[in-house]
């Protein structure tokens, strides 16, 4: 059974700080792409940031220059490192995987507030 384990997320004044962990485990194949999505109140979920696994990165305009991604391929992690927090980035995110088949594992969301 495929598990994908966030943690990281929390509750941060506008300005600061948070990193988000994704783990994933139960034996997934050939792990692709990894990415994060965020899900705000009353909207759907977008795309966050994603990493590919030769480490190419692509990101949501709205976080360029403050977010970053990467993977650990050995202990297939991925990261988000996230700056310069603001309230609109208040989301509920969730971690994504592919594999090389096409098959996609979703975690199980982690919440991150943003405070003014």
């Known amino acids: 059974q495929v598990q994908l384990v966030e943690s990281g997320g929390g509750l941060v004044q506008s300005g600061g700080s948070l990193r988000l962990s994704c783990a994933a485990s139960?034996?997934?194949?050939?792990?692709?792409?990894m990415a994060w999505h965020r899900r705000a109140p009353g909207n759907q979920r977008r795309l966050v940031a994603r990493?590919?696994?030769?480490?190419?990165?692509n990101y949501a305009d709205s976080v360029k220059g403050r977010f970053t991604i990467s993977r650990d391929n050995a202990k297939n992690t991925v990261f988000l490192q996230m700056n310069s927090l603001k309230p609109e980035d208040t989301a509920v995110y969730y971690c994504?995987?592919?594999?090389?088949?096409?098959?996609?594992?979703w975690g199980k969301g982690t919440q991150v507030t943003v405070s003014s």
């Open positions: 994504n995987i592919r594999n090389s088949i096409g098959e996609d594992y």
């Open positions: 990493i590919s696994r030769g480490g190419i990165t």
């Open positions: 139960g034996g997934i194949f050939s792990i692709n792409a």
